[in-house]
């Protein structure tokens, strides 16, 4: 009975602090030495990510993903489009070459039908939702109708007027093919897929779209975009987007068709008139939305229904054509190395994407002197960290500035912490990055370069962002709930069981 018991509190536990992960990534193929599918695979799994879109239904990927468990969106090439559009056999030997060889042992659970179609390629537009009958006609021969989904990712900006997204409809020149489309989805029990790029949107805007609100930053209540017609507070450009989508379909008498989210994601890297595009901006935006996503917030009209998210994209695609950031989207170089640490409170393993184990706490250049003072004092008194190296004549003294020296500070209290999630943030003046620090003599602690060992102590954590309280030090002090909640439902069902044996 006991060890019955002690069991289920096993399987109570793993399955109280385990996540079905909402978020995916697109796995693009513009890529000079484009890692192996078995590469790829490794990656994602040492990530968790468990959910994929291939932009092709490659057979040496496709083989790759098989017995992982991975749900695999394979996608039919806009080039194929009106072959298949145009012929019920052609489409049946695409899903019997490309679907029925590989399931089930590869988790294919949707086909994507073209990408973009009305916006990049309008002159398919009126075969489109022909080829998505056929393919469904082709898996209902195959009797895989029930398993595998159908649909074709649209760009949001089929929507017009999305604010207030109580206003939104889609694009009138487009009703003879979105009726038809929507139909068919909601016959089908189908998904809309819709690539959602806040980027573009503040980019577009000259200005009149704030950067926080496009990067899911928090925003005081005044600031919050209200809808007049519902009243929903709107905090980001992503949930509006993606309210405007559902409003758009009941404007047209579709209510009970979900959304999925087969693109979104911000460039770290971009040219000399992208001056957003940054490393900054984009570890901010996909941390922010990849735990927007994974707390099932859900939007303002849908609040607690999760919208299943893809990051595009898992690889930078150094040979797409284009402007810089066209190329730097990616989570990832093809080396495996991450282009930043993403900064996930409380999200356990999901995307937790250092897999080179070095990562650094720095502090961010563009930041309040005094604020940096603050933290710095705070990390060098209450928060124990050695900070004799910062002395005069010492090996980190210069340069003398407050920059220097809290990235000193802040990266040592960080490796103290085990790299602890919520270590380095400092009321948001510090952040991670996978680029070493060190200077001359002055060797960081965490470097390849220093055989210090530092210790693992997890009694306080460093200044978050999420903090509310005032006054000087006591306002750095912060316990991440989810971390705590994770220990106190751990103790609680270790208490359970010593009772019951």
């Keep these: 009975m006991a060890a019955l018991l002690l069991l289920f509190l096993f399987l109570f536990a793993s399955s109280a602090l385990s996540q079905d992960s909402l978020i995916g990534v697109n796995i693009g193929t513009e890529v000079t030495n484009m890692p192996s599918p078995t590469q790829v695979v490794a990656l994602l799994k040492s990530q968790n990510i468990n959910r994929v879109r291939l932009y092709d239904a490659d057979r040496s990927m496709l083989l790759a993903f098989a017995h992982t468990g991975v749900q695999v969106i394979i996608s039919v090439p806009n080039d194929q489009l009106l072959g298949i559009s145009q012929s019920n056999a052609t489409a049946a030997n695409w899903v019997t070459r490309n679907v029925a060889a590989y399931y089930p042992a590869t988790n294919i659970t949707t086909i994507a039908v073209g990408s973009e179609v009305l916006t990049s390629l309008t002159n398919a537009a009126s075969v489109l939702v022909s080829a998505l009958k056929y393919i469904q006609a082709a898996l209902v021969t195959a009797n895989l109708d029930r398993q595998i989904k159908v649909s074709t990712p649209h760009s949001s900006t089929i929507i017009l007027d999305s604010f207030p997204p109580s206003q939104a409809f889609f694009n009138k020149t487009w009703d003879p093919v979105i009726v038809p489309l929507l139909k068919f989805l909601q016959s089908t029990g189908s998904p809309l897929l819709l690539n959602v790029y806040p980027y573009f949107d ?169 604020m940096l003072q603050a933290a710095l004092d705070w990390a060098c008194g209450p928060g124990k960290v050695d900070c004799s190296a910062l002395m005069q004549g010492e090996s980190c003294y210069e340069p003398d500035d407050v920059v220097a020296h809290s990235t000193y500070a802040f990266n040592a209290y960080y490796q103290k912490m085990g790299k602890a999630s919520g270590s380095c943030d400092f009321k948001g003046v510090a952040t991670v990055t996978t680029t070493d620090p060190s200077r001359g003599t002055c060797v960081f602690p965490g470097s390849a370069k220093s055989n210090q060992t530092l210790g693992n102590n997890t009694s306080a954590l460093a200044p978050s962002a999420n903090s509310t309280t005032s006054g000087c030090i006591p306002k750095y002090y912060h316990h991440p709930h989810a971390s705590f909640g994770d220990l106190t439902l751990l103790s609680l069902l270790l208490i359970i069981a010593l009772v019951f044996l």
């Design 202 to 370: 503040y980019v577009q805007s000259n200005g009149v779209i704030p950067l926080d609100y496009a990067l899911f930053q928090p925003l005081q209540a005044n600031k919050e975009a209200v809808d007049a017609n519902t009243l929903l507070h709107y905090t980001n450009v992503f949930d509006a987007i993606v309210d405007a989508a559902y409003f758009a379909m009941s404007y047209l008498n579709f209510t009970n068709i979900p959304i999925v989210v087969t693109e979104s994601g911000w460039p770290s890297k971009g040219g000399p008139s992208e001056h957003d595009a940054t490393v900054e901006n984009a570890n901010t935006y996909n941390s922010n939305l990849i735990q927007h996503v994974i707390n099932k917030t859900g939007t303002p009209k849908h609040p607690g229904t999760a919208v299943t998210t893809y990051i595009y994209e898992l690889y930078n695609e150094d040979t797409r054509p284009g402007p810089v950031s066209e190329k730097n989207w990616g989570l990832f170089y093809t080396n495996g190395t991450p282009v930043y640490t993403l900064r996930l409170a409380g999200a356990g393993a999901i995307l937790a994407n250092d897999t080179t184990n070095q990562t650094f706490c720095i502090a961010k250049e563009k930041v309040d002197r005094k």
